[in-house]
């Protein structure tokens, strides 16, 4: 039918119609906002109140030594099909990214991941990934070659491991999140961010230090 032969619409109806685009408009945008803040969380959350981490202005997150929550059991499947559990790496500084292949931050991050573990895992530091939301472990699998990651990672897809760390501490609340474990198996740094190298090694330096 053409436009001339179309009922002219009332008011009433005009109203409506603009209310359920706004509407629709509305719900779109705010999914949009979800998904974005969920890969590239500015790292600012947390702190503050009874907590015993400080916010640091970079966006790191630390807790003195004392102070620290111990991690949750880490343990499972990895990427490449072996078993892993973060606590056999208890006498070392271990490093645990949250990554996944579809994050464009964690591709951002994954080069200076391996150059500093590289540089420091003959000095007592360990890294750890936990692959989340990967459906297909190919993806992760394929993520890790081309990103040329050695270190190993659990493969959560589900997030299970994530819910294992208490809220009110250094818990990872975004896609990418980093934590410094110390050698007592306690949290003692956290990072929401994709990290640059340079910010990588000011999280692991202070407590790789620790005596």
């Known amino acids: 039918m053409s436009a001339a032969c179309r009922a002219p619409q009332s008011p009433r109806n005009r109203a409506r119609i603009r209310s359920r685009r706004a ?7 705010a999914v949009a906002a979800l998904l974005v803040s969920a890969c590239t969380s500015s790292g600012t ?6 907590t015993n981490f400080v916010m640091g202005e970079d966006g790191i997150a630390t807790a003195e030594k004392g102070e620290r929550a111990e991690a949750p059991d880490l343990s499972g499947k990895t990427v490449d ?10 006498g070392k500084v271990v490093v645990l990214n949250v990554w996944g292949s579809w994050c464009a931050p964690c591709r951002a991050e994954a080069p200076n991941f391996e150059k500093v573990y590289t540089d420091l895992k003959g000095k007592g530091v360990q890294f750890v990934g936990i692959n989340t939301r990967d459906n297909e472990r190919d993806n992760a699998l394929r993520f890790e070659e081309q990103q040329g990651v050695t270190y190993p990672s659990l493969y959560d897809p589900t997030g299970k491991l994530m819910l294992r760390f ?43 230090a620790e005596k």
Do not use: C, H, W, Y
Request: hydrophobic share 40%; glycine share 14%; proline share 5%.
């Open 23 to 29: 509407a629709v408009t509305a719900a779109g945008a």
């Open 45 to 50: 959350s947390g702190g503050g109140g009874d």
């Open 81 to 90: 099909g072996g078993q892993l559990a973060v606590s056999s790496f208890k």
């Open 166 to 208: 208490e809220k009110g501490t250094l818990n990872p609340q975004a896609i990418p999140s980093t934590l410094v474990i110390d050698r007592e198996g306690k949290i003692a740094a956290r990072s929401l961010a994709a990290l640059s190298e340079e910010k990588l090694r000011s999280m692991i330096d202070p407590v790789l």
